[in-house]
């Protein structure tokens, strides 16, 4: 047994949370601790000193910390970003001011999109022009890349976007640019879009490209003042840090490629839930995480995560590969309304923190998701929190009372009309996820986590016809227990565009520069050759298609045979998900893509002790379909080999879950709750 | 019968939007061509027995608003309802017969609970050829419909389940792209059933009345919003003419008058005094402006209120029969967007006199349709296909946005790169057109200028725009937007301006062609606009002086 230490620390708003493996004794610990938004590293250091007094272990035996920041994503939702500039073809500086034309809000009248992060009078054209062969039209002409650049100066920008017309396809204009840029304006940072985003579409790369350069300049002094706050406090270890595909990367890449970051939020829950699909043998989850504000569904099929190659922040494209997530804005602090028409609309606003639900007297007075559960009796006046809070019902009450009139119903009515319809709110958005995946609700099981998924989960599994929900260890810091056993991802792409048959030969020298490429990367990580794993995919699609499959590719292997395979793979993902194949039209490929994987050493954690005997539960008064009951509330940590069976609640520290009627809950040996239909 | 509550309905409100939703995906999952996939033209909703629309996939607002009008003909004039059987599908994209233009096909079928018809769903998709004068049956030069591609009048495609080879066949023969064609029909076929199971299910969770129920409740909770709105305008009439350029053919301007009268909690739009129907395509059957008028009517007033036809209840639409608004078979009307567009803008620019701080300035009002047909070395033909946009009206909470797709369509731009990868064009700009929106308080959006060089030997450009006479108004003193106008600069040099609406113009290597679209019009007294706001268009471009 080792005594390395592998440390994730998960930053949230208002906790840092942080799990802990130590290799002496292969316990895993979780913690949490305050946040300090001001300087993030500031919490993380003293909740690693804190975890290590409380667990024991030797800060010294500290082998690597892996850190999942907000950090990009907060600067841009903020706009607290430096000022820049872009750099395009000449002709094309309207490109970011354009973008793609789609409105959102069919009906809306009063039309004022946000304007874009970089003004329009900071976007300089430069004389160049490449084809979408790749081939030259128009030379660079340098000295308008100097112009650009006095101008630049002169407009005071600290971070320059490059991005060129075709550049996907030959990016030497964009290099010879941006070394021009370099030697003009030291000090300054330098995106390229050839080396963020080597991807077709010129408003889409272009975003990505602003975004990076953008958040260069954040990334890189928050990296610096982590670096040097943890050799002051002599945890000098590796650092990394978590990135929207679900693995992690150097500090030294992550202030390079900080849009990588962007959407890293899901990556942790992601991780986990992909972990679980293994430790529970349930290869398809659906993973719900439900918090204050938001509802987020991910799913893993076949033990893999769902992963896509674009997503959005405030709006703004972003097209890099990241784990992909529905959204939607319905959380326990979710405000139910009436509307004049006399429906009963939950959210999109939501009481956040503060000031919460009404329940919380903290001066909330609309009726929330939680208040709504409180009233029903589904959560324990006394023991929310771990009993740090107490809740006030009557406050609750108070709050429905305008609703209950408006609707004619009493209080309790409105409480579970509120969860009626907070519930078709969840199982409409995970049967939508499925589906548009090729994907039925049959054939998985919903694992739930975060605070307030815990009382909807079970009927929401009705709603969808599944029959087990799994409520995992330690729910509240799940995110930070994925982070813990996430690896370094690199991802790489050349965009082709052409016939896939015949394409052999030029695949094979993508590939053998990709690879080169990575082994620069893994180098820089100091990944051992053992640790190295490369996996390759071809985006292919029908010839004339708009829309592009991921399709797997064994090794590196293009040699006629592997080429045939892989078309035949394609067209059976295409079944799957288009319900159609042509197995006699041309393949064409777009990207060939390469997931460049260094693993990270990891202690082996022990199994879990023998479970406690039970203790019984209390029980207590619950509004069950319409009627009151006395209803037995265990303990988590008392269930031992009981089984709860519904109408029951298990309640654990920082959640509570409510399993209905027809429905019996136990431990599983993993240590998951799991909830059970009854046939 | 014991009504059910405002619970139960919102649960199987969100159901019924989820089959809309379902429909929408299985096309978007199965549908082949690129107008389909890439520019999202397609729309599907679910109905009740009647033929009202009560939920839908929100994309498109000229789609949506008219679905239930040709269901509703359907069943009044062609199939009543105790016709349809359980798998019976309907097909139609006949304006004659409640269609939109003849590229839109409509498909629908019944849903049962046991024995009894308790509703429909519909797909609507725009289909990327249906024959006639022009590839992507946009002919300019057309005069009667019989030019402007196959009609398919209503016909059941499928009896019991079982799909009616013949009309796929007779359909197939005169299109230009049939296996596209096939392609996004097969997926209209497959929404339908996903529609069917998942309204069945509803059924199955919540049962038959309650399902009926909420129905009228969903439809009767959004007419009670609409009056609502309705009720709070001002008791007096208002009356606003629009005037569009031409028909592409014959003289113009074409003349579109509206007289808007509140009674009670319903309104009255009149469209008395308005030009006859002209002969070329750019006519609007009652349909087509019955739906215009309800997407501003509900943009104006009731944004917020759910999109149902309980909606259109309280508004009477009076059109003149044979006129420009109300053609008559067989007008041309495949070009109908160039009328439909500002009979919302006549709309809203009456409704601006009664509540005039609700109200933007005009936008461009023009899908600026192009088509660019090349033929390869090969013999391969191409046609590069796009649609632009312009600028927004400026409002009284601030200025029009630009370069924005509004109104009536929704679509996004295709990129650059995706074309020029595609075609044999390349582009030498891509930008905003300053000084383009109307100056006021709030000044209007900018419109955008692309312009391309063709490096095929030769090409074959046809267009179908508007507003190169009749900029997008202002507001409450603001200023109109500006014109919009299509060059092409020749390789020597020289270059010629065409007219809005052609098709069939030559092109050759090297020529280019620039498109310029109007900016909106301003919103209130230029002299009340804010020092900042000047200096600040001034600094970014937006203006040059």
Known sequence: ?679 | METIGPVRVEVIRNALVAAAEEMSLTIWRTSRSTVVREILDYSTAVFDSRGQNIAQSARIPVHLNSMSACLETLLSAHFPLDGWQDGDIVITNDPYSGGQHLPDIMTFRPVFAGETRIGFVGTLCHHVDVGGGAAGSYYAGAREIFQEGIRIPPLKLAERGVVNEAILKMVLANVRQPDETSGDLQAQIAALGIGVGAVQRIIHRYGTPDLMQAMQAILEGSERMMRAAIASLPDRTAHFVELVDDDGQTEGPIRLSVRIERQGDGIVIDFDGSSPQVQGPVNNTRAMTCSAVYYAVLAALGAEIPANSGCYRPITVRVPPGSVVDAQFPAPVTGRMVVNHRIATAVFGALAQLIPARIPAAYYAISYVYALATVEATGRRRVYFDIEVGGWGGHAGGDGASALSCGLHNNTNAPIEMVEARYPVTFTHYGLIPDSGGDGQHRGGLGLSRAFRLDADNGSLSTNFERFRHPPYGLAGGKPGSLSRTTITRADGTSISLASKVSGIAMQRGDVLTIETSGGGGWGDPAERAEEARSRDLAEGYVTR
């Open chain 1, 1 to 679: 047994m080792t005594t390395s230490v592998r440390i994730a620390v998960d930053i949230g708003g208002t906790f840092t949370d942080i799990e802990v493996l130590d290799g002496a004794t292969g316990l895993v610990h979780q913690f949490k601790t305050p946040s300090t938004p001001r300087d993030p590293s500031v919490g993380l250091i003293e909740g690693i000193r804190q975890a290590s007094r409380k667990f024991g272990f030797d800060t010294a035996h500290i082998e690597q910390i892996l850190h999942g920041t907000t950090i990009a994503t907060n600067a841009v939702l903020e706009r607290k970003l430096p000022d820049g500039a872009v750099l395009t073809t000449a002709g094309f500086e309207d490109v970011l001011a354009i973008g793609r034309h789609g409105r959102r809000d069919v009906y809306a009248i009063t039309l004022s999109p946000p304007p874009p992060l970089i003004p329009r009078r900071h976007a300089f054209g430069v004389v160049e022009r490449v084809r979408a062969d790749g081939s030259v039209e128009t030379a660079l002409d340098e000295a308008s890349v100097r112009a650009a650049a006095a101008r630049i100066r002169e407009a005071g920008a600290s971070a320059v976007a490059v991005c060129f017309l075709h550049a996907y396809a030959n990016p030497a204009h964009e290099r010879r640019a941006g070394a021009i840029l370099a030697e003009e304006l030291p000090g300054v940072a330098i995106s390229l879009s050839s080396d963020i985003s080597l991807e077709i579409r010129e408003y889409e790369r272009l975003s990505t490209t602003v975004l990076n350069a953008l958040l260069m300049p954040v990334v890189s002094v928050y990296a610096a003042s982590l670096e040097s706050r943890l050799r002051e406090a002599d945890l000098t270890r590796q650092i990394y840090l978590v990135q929207s595909n679900g693995g992690v990367s150097g500090l030294a890449k992550a202030a390079r490629e900080p849009a990588r970051l962007l959407l890293s939020g899901p990556s942790g829950g992601a991780a986990a839930a992909r972990r679980l699909a293994a430790a529970l043998d349930e290869p398809n989850l659906i993973a719900v995480d439900m918090g204050g504000t938001s509802f987020d569904i991910s799913v893993v099929h076949q033990g893999a995560v769902a992963t896509v190659n674009e997503g959005e922040i405030d709006g703004l494209p972003v097209r890099l590969p990241m784990v992909e997530m529905r959204t939607i804005g319905a959380g326990g602090g979710s405000i139910a309304w009436v509307d004049n028409g006399g429906r009963l609309r939950i959210g999109p606003h939501s009481a956040g923190a503060l000031p919460g639900p009404a329940c919380y007297g903290r001066g909330g007075l609309e009726l929330t998701v939680t208040d709504a559960n409180l009233i029903l009796g589904r959560l324990d006046a006394k023991a929310f929190m771990g009993g740090a809070m107490t809740l006030d019902r009557d406050k609750a009450v108070a709050a429905a009372a305008p609703l209950a009139r408006a609707l004619g119903l009493s209080v309790e009515e409105v409480a579970a009309g509120v969860i009626a319809v907070i519930n078709s709110n969840l199982s409409t958005a995970i049967r939508l996820s499925l589906f548009e995946k090729g994907l039925d609700p049959d054939d998985f099981a919903l694992l739930s986590f975060g605070g307030a998924g815990g009382v909807h989960a079970c009927e929401v599994a009705d709603d969808l016809g599944v029959n087990r929900v799994i409520f995992p260890e330690h729910a509240s810091t799940l995110s930070a227990w994925g982070i813990l056993w996430s690896d370094i991802t690199h991802d790489l792409t050349t965009t082709d565009i052409g016939p896939l048959e015949g394409a052999g030969e030029k695949l094979a020298r993508h590939a053998a520069r990709m690879t080169a490429e990575a082994e620069r990367l893994f180098a820089e990580d100091g990944t051992p050759e053992a640790a190295r794993e490369l996996r390759f995919s071809l985006d292919l699609r029908y010839a004339g298609q708009a829309f592009d499959l991921p399709v797997p590719v064994d090794g590196a292997d293009f040699s006629p045979s592997a080429l045939a395979e892989i078309a035949r793979r394609f067209h059976a993902v295409h079944r799957q998900r288009f319900s159609y194949d042509e197995p006699h039209t041309a393949v064409e490929m777009v990207a060939l893509r390469l997931a460049a994987i260094g693993r990270l050493p990891k202690p082996v954690p022990s199994p879990g002790t023998s479970r406690p005997a039970g203790t019984a539960p209390m029980m207590r008064p619950v509004h069950v379909d319409g009627r009151v009951q006395d209803v037995a509330v265990f303990d988590r940590g008392g269930l031992g080999d009981q089984v709860a069976r519904g109408p029951a609640i298990v309640s654990e520290t920082y959640t509570s879950s409510y399993i209905p009627p027809g429905w019996n809950a136990a431990i599983a040996s993993s240590g998951a709750l799991i909830a059970r239909r009854l046939a």
